[in-house]
């Protein structure tokens, strides 16, 4: 229970921290506190390499989707209103949520409806959150909530299916020390039950 809390909170300092940041617009310094959050974050788990996968897929569908979203003309970011490509800052946000998925977040793993359900209300919970902070604006801002609500209830449930995906996979497990290895010996005739 305390890793998850650890984990939780962790993510929320990062979050705010990010939020901040790119309010103030200093988005370096926002990467940055993203960046310090997922490094102990990496620190701390067993399988670095495939928790570093999840974060690296996660930079890749948040960096899709939230372009997507600029795009569109549903979601500005002051300071990056002529760029063709969402900012940096809220790409490495979705490595900061992704450093909940197989922690803190779970709970969200339980089936497919609670992750859309979690995706449907969440995500536009946090840019409602950016916005009153500064870091994101809307024109219409329903559609643009509603928008966000429908994408994320399908982003969620994708991102944990890659999650469980990158974690199952026995390939990327660390293979042990030849030095440390133990070799099976040899059995015995009477220890097979020969005679």
Do not use: Q
């Not at 900061?96 to 339980?110: D, P, Q, V, Y």
């Not at 660390?174 to 039950?193: I, Q, Y």
């Amino acid at each position: 229970m305390g890793h998850v809390i650890k984990n939780l909170a962790f993510f929320k300092i990062g979050w705010v921290a990010c939020v901040m940041f790119a309010a103030a617009g200093k988005p370096g310094l926002a990467t940055l506190s993203v960046a310090a959050v997922a490094l102990v974050h990496l620190m701390g788990v067993k399988v670095p390499l495939k928790e570093g996968l999840l974060l690296l897929a996660a930079a890749l569908m948040g960096l899709g989707w939230e372009s997507f979203m600029v795009w569109t003309g549903l979601v500005r970011y002051p300071g990056h209103e002529s760029a063709a490509l969402a900012p940096y800052w809220i790409v490495a946000m979705w490595v900061l949520f992704a450093t909940t998925i197989n922690h803190g977040l779970r709970w969200a793993k339980r089936n497919w409806w609670v992750a859309a359900l979690a995706g449907l209300l969440g995500g536009p919970m946090a840019f409602f959150g950016g916005m009153n902070l500064g870091a994101v604006e809307f024109d219409h801002t329903g559609v643009a909530l509603v928008m966000i609500g429908l994408g994320w209830a399908m982003l969620l449930p994708a991102l944990i299916l890659v999650a469980d995906s990158i974690i199952d996979s026995p390939w990327l497990e660390p293979r042990p020390n030849r030095a440390t290895r133990v070799e099976p010996r040899k059995l015995s005739h009477l220890e097979l039950g020969y005679e």
